[in-house]
């Protein structure tokens, strides 16, 4: 069982930065056999892929919408995934959520990395409001 605890999220405005975080804890948990990922999701709407890094760290991959702007992170000596946010859109507004699943050799697959069902266990979810 993984748990995982979001931080982060608020109100800015266009343009502006956030960090998002999210540290995972579990009894005899193994941060780095885990792939790790964000969606966000708008009300009405399915939850949509963001960004998403490999166990290791080696492989990343990113929505078109956000390629060039947010950076996905993570640290597994602090068992710590972070989604960096720079110059914010209004449509980047949206419950985020981080989500890790036990890799396997087909998560890199877009179908795989990219599927909320593929995912396992998910953080609560933290709200980000970027106004114009």
């Known amino acids: 069982q993984v748990q995982l605890v979001q931080s982060g999220g608020g109100a800015v405005q266009a343009g502006d930065s956030l960090r998002l975080s999210c540290t995972a804890s579990g009894k005899y948990l193994n941060f780095s056999n885990y792939a790790a990922a964000w969606f966000r999701q708008v009300l009405g709407k399915e939850r949509e892929f963001v960004a998403a890094?490999?166990?290791?760290?080696?492989?990343?991959y990113s929505t078109d919408a956000v390629k060039g702007r947010f950076t996905i992170s993570r640290d597994n000596t602090a068992n710590t995934l972070d989604l960096q946010m720079n110059k914010v859109k209004p449509e980047d507004t949206g419950i985020y959520y981080c989500?890790?699943?036990?890799?396997?050799?087909?998560?890199?697959?877009?179908?795989?990395?990219?599927?909320?069902?593929?995912?396992?266990?998910w953080g609560l979810g933290t709200l980000v409001t970027v106004s114009s």
């Open positions: 890094i490999s166990y290791s760290g080696g492989q990343i």
């Open positions: 989500a890790v699943t036990w890799e396997t050799p087909d998560w890199n697959l877009p179908e795989r990395y990219s599927g909320a069902i593929d995912y396992n266990y």
